[in-house]
T-cell receptor, first 116, second 113 residues
């Protein structure tokens, strides 16, 4: 299996622009998670989906952030408009959903976002 | 609420020496505990997890971790560290039947030759 795939790997944009990050989970995994990693705040869970349905978006920082999962093999995280404080590494992870709380999450390589 | 503490920001050891990375946790019920490793410019890689049973869990790359319920700890260990073990290590916890993982702040391990 190719693992979790994220694109782009690096994104540099200017403040005010729209940014879209993409994720393809491991085939057959029912859960998908979006995380943000910064030096100041560490790893934060932004939102997670089960069977393409958003379950908990309490970690989404502002209305500027939105996430969708139109099908089992694709998810997007969008920031509109972007701000310099959104600069971070964004990770996508997926898990099978077969073991309840014992499920292992598998992470993608991340997208490093820089907002100038 | 669930939380994880990794009391050491950095751990430095010589190659060939034992390596320990500390983790304590807090959950309302029975914990599921995980260790991940992150190499520079890479995603998190799963090392091992404790679900139930034997308190000593063995994982990838020669790592193991010991679950101690009375001390609410889940320390990561490796008997003989390698320079290639230099990375950022994260401990994570979740309560039973909860899909949300809570991560510690991470511990940077440096193994010197």
């Amino acid at each position: 299996d190719a693992g979790v795939i994220q694109s782009p790997r690096h994104e540099v944009t200017e403040m005010g622009q729209e940014v879209t990050l993409r994720c393809k989970p491991i085939s057959g995994h029912d859960y998908l998670f979006w995380y943000r990693q910064t030096m100041m705040r560490g790893l934060e869970l932004l939102i997670y989906f089960n069977n393409n349905v958003p379950i908990d978006d309490s970690g989404m920082p502002e209305d500027r952030f939105s996430a969708k999962m139109p099908n089992a093999s694709f998810s997007t995280l969008k920031i509109q408009p972007s701000e310099p404080r959104d600069s971070a590494v964004y990770f996508c992870a997926s898990s099978p959903g077969t073991s309840g709380g014992a499920d292992t999450q598998y992470f993608g390589p991340g997208t490093r976002l820089t907002v100038l | 609420a669930q939380s994880v503490a990794q009391p050491e920001d950095q751990v430095n050891v010589a190659e060939g020496n034992p390596l320990t990375v500390k983790c304590t946790y807090s959950v309302s019920g029975n914990p599921y505990l995980f260790w991940y490793v992150q190499y520079p410019n890479r995603g998190l890689q799963f090392l091992l997890k404790y679900i139930t049973g034997d308190n000593l869990v063995k994982g990838s790359y020669g790592f193991e971790a010991e679950f101690n319920k009375s001390q609410t700890s889940f320390h990561l260990k490796k008997p003989s560290a390698l320079v290639s073990d230099s990375a950022l290590y994260f401990c994570a916890v979740r309560d039973m039947d909860d899909y949300k993982l809570s991560f510690g702040a991470g511990t940077t391990v440096t193994v010197r030759a």
